[in-house]
């Protein structure tokens, strides 16, 4: 058991130094990203599922918060969902024999969220129309916080709107277009009404929790979590043996896609820890592995859920995205023939 605890303590220092690496750069280059942002129009979905292949879910969130107030279609969301890349790529990196692999994965999704986004709003034109006509009526300024889902927010900016009362816009969550009393702007960074020295210190105390504490929080979780994932694993090794257990999923290939979209339902990024670790032992194939990451959204469904009012819609969102995960993950399956990359 010695063994086991220290091998996965050592696999996982790997995935660690590449989460680390991952997370700072995203840190850093996140401001400059932040300000130019705009999931407006017809590059919404573009925009969106470029900065989703970034190897974190907090946009997920922040797209899931953006289509709750109406300023981003279903098919920008779920383009979004879709490339959602979270943890697999620092997974895929701390290991060399497979770091390309994540290349083709990245690319599968990047190409899917585009076609699946804008076929749906395509087809869903009164859902675009809506979306449509409430960015004309709300002046809401945002800047996006990425960072990882813990942080990921809409810092908001209220201007002066006048205001709209067709269904459209009251069903939105926008909470700036029913009033015609015009609220308090919020402001970006430090309230003026601070002193001086007061807003230096807490603007350098924001810097170093931005830009070391947070990254530095981020990577120790997902080392726990790959830690408890590669302890689970080894003891299973350990007591039946990976040939078994590769010959398992192997015997049961057509069975393969549809149990990797299921662990990637679940709203954590453990699951995509859990299908880029199964790929990379050899268990699931690349279509099966890809069907899973489609799925994994992050926790952006939770947040979706968060509307009972919207129940049955978010359901229907779930279920296509459910469903378009499936038939990606068994048609991939078919073409490379239920196996893995080979380079």
């Known amino acids: 058991m010695t063994d086991i605890i220290l091998d996965a303590f050592l696999d996982s220092l790997k995935v660690l130094a590449a989460v680390a690496v991952c997370t700072y750069i995203i840190a850093f280059i996140e401001p400059l990203l932040a300000e130019k942002i705009k999931l407006k129009g017809k590059f919404a979905t573009l925009i969106g599922v470029s900065v989703s292949l970034l190897p974190q879910c907090g946009f997920s969130v922040v797209a899931a918060d953006l289509y709750r107030k109406r300023h981003i279609t279903v098919g920008t969301l779920i383009g979004v969902f879709i490339a959602t890349s979270d943890e697999a790529l620092p997974i895929f990196l701390s290991h060399p024999d497979t ?64 205001p709209c009362d067709c269904v459209d816009c009251a069903d939105s969550e ?20 601070y002193s001086a020295k007061f807003a230096i210190k807490t603007q350098k105390r924001e810097k170093v929790s931005r830009f070391v504490i947070k990254p530095f929080l981020h990577s120790i979780e997902i080392f726990v979590f790959v830690l408890v994932v590669n302890i689970v694993f080894g003891i299973i090794i350990h007591f039946v043996g990976e040939d078994k257990i590769i ?41 099966a592995t ?54």
């Open 247 to 287: 010959s398992f999923l192997g015997a049961n290939k057509y069975i393969a896609p549809f149990f990797s979209v299921i662990i990637g339902a679940i709203p954590n990024c453990v699951s995509s820890i859990v299908l880029s670790e199964l790929y990379i032992m050899g268990g699931l194939g690349f279509g």
């Open 290 to 343: 890809l069907g899973g990451l489609c799925m994994n959204a992050g926790l952006g469904f939770l947040l979706l859920f968060k509307d009972i009012k919207f129940i049955k819609r978010n359901l229907c969102i779930f279920a296509a995205l459910f469903c378009i995960s499936i038939i990606v993950s068994y048609l991939f399956s078919l073409i490379f023939s239920f196996g893995t990359l080979i380079f």
């Open 174 to 193: 926008c909470r700036h277009l029913h009033s015609t009393s015009s609220p308090e702007p919020k402001h970006f960074g430090i309230l003026s009404d």
């Open 99 to 162: 770091a390309l692999h994540i290349l083709p994965f990245l690319a599968a999704k990047f190409a899917l969220g585009l076609v699946f986004g804008y076929l749906i709003d395509f087809i869903l034109i009164k859902s675009r129309n809506s979306v449509e006509h409430h960015v004309e009526h709300c002046s809401e300024e945002y800047k996006i916080r990425l960072m990882h889902c813990d942080s990921a927010e809409l810092a908001e900016k209220v201007t002066k709107t006048p």
